[in-house]
T-cell receptor, first 112, second 113 residues
């Protein structure tokens, strides 16, 4: 599996866009980029995923570079409730191991 | 609307005393997972069920077992809890086997005294 690298922590002002980067320079052609987040004392929550095209849903946007070696999760208008650890995961969908491997993640602190 | 339910939210057990954590789901998903998350660490997969097919991760200790009596319920049994087993235990489901869009429950925090 492609290894991911994320900053340990980030701050964001409430109401501003939060841009969370992820490097996955060894990603393979069939591997997707998934983002989850975990709010304190809760289970992880699926946010979004993509292969090569940019994706948007009601929670966030995912921007994947053309060479697919990095991506950015964008929370367009961060709120205090978006304070969480954000995990970037790269995995091939048909991998027999079926494991969702969480790395260190980025601890996002949204401040008033 | 609760989708993945874990009971209890907090469980205290004594060193060596067997304990069972439960998980139920209203999503009718085929796959159910158990993760262990220790303090300040990322979740780590212990095992999963695809329907009734049990799949153990290679490094999951034998002390951890699981049962899935039907589609909706899955149990995590810790036969002889040690102090190192104190953690948050997370249950998750997915509709299909190779999906990484998993739905997590709130977790059960286990304390071993």
């Amino acid at each position: 599996d492609a290894k991911t690298t994320q900053p340990t922590s980030m701050d964001c002002a409430e109401g501003r866009a939060a841009n969370l980067p992820c490097n996955h320079s060894t990603i393979s052609g069939n591997e997707y980029v998934y983002w989850y987040r975990q709010i304190h004392s809760q289970g992880p929550q699926y946010i979004i995923h993509g292969l090569k095209n940019n994706e948007t849903n009601e929670m966030a946007s995912l921007i994947i570079t053309e060479d697919r070696k990095s991506s950015t999760l964008i929370l367009p208008h961060a709120t205090l409730r978006d304070t969480a650890v954000y995990y970037c995961i790269v995995r091939a969908p048909n991998n027999a191991g079926n494991m969702l491997t969480f790395g260190g993640g980025t601890r996002l602190m949204v401040k008033p | 609307d609760a989708m993945v339910i874990q009971n209890p939210r907090y469980q205290v057990t004594q060193f060596g005393k067997p304990v069972t954590l439960s998980c139920s789901q209203t999503l009718n998903h085929n796959v159910m997972y158990w993760y262990q998350q220790k303090s300040s660490q990322a979740p780590k997969l212990l095992f999963h069920y695809y329907d009734k097919d049990f799949n153990n991760e290679a490094d999951t200790p034998d002390n951890f077992q699981s049962r899935r009596p039907n589609t909706s319920f899955c149990f995590l049994d810790i036969r002889s809890p040690g102090l190192g087993d104190a953690a948050m235990y997370l249950c998750a489901t997915s509709r299909v086997r190779n999906s990484y869009e998993q739905y997590f429950g709130p977790g059960t925090r286990l304390t071993v005294t």
